[in-house]
Nanobody, 125 residues
């Protein structure tokens, strides 16, 4: 049974930082590309960042470029999202997602197979 469990969300002030973690189990982690998405109330799920199976390529949504950094530790089956210079508009539920891929990183939520339960990030002004 595949499980993705996010942690690290919470309340931060504008300009602050948070680090999200996603623990993956039940899958051959090194054959999966990993992504982070977010969804605010009344909006569609938005691509935040993604990383290839070996960490060799990373992608970011335009709204987070230069502020967020994705990384993964294949020895620990973990993926991380370091979020710096947080803004109130970063407030959302953040989801970790996985898709079998040894080639690239999908940008569309529908392409991902497995999802975590989400973790709330709230940024106050």
């Amino acid at each position: 049974q595949v499980q993705l469990v996010e942690s690290g969300g919470g309340l931060a002030q504008a300009g602050g930082s948070l680090r999200l973690s996603c623990a993956a189990s039940g899958l051959s982690f090194t054959t999966y590309a990993m992504g982070w998405f977010r969804q605010a109330p009344g909006t569609e799920r938005e691509f935040v960042s993604g990383i290839t199976w070996n960490g060799g390529r990373t992608l970011y949504g335009d709204s987070v470029k230069g502020r967020f950094t994705i990384s993964r530790d294949n020895a620990k089956n973990m993926v991380y999202l370091q979020m710096n210079s947080l803004k109130p508009e970063d407030t959302a539920v953040y989801y970790c997602a996985a898709v079998p891929s040894r080639v690239g990183v999908p940008l569309v939520a529908a392409d991902y197979i497995y999802w975590g339960q989400g973790t709330q990030v709230t940024v106050s002004s």
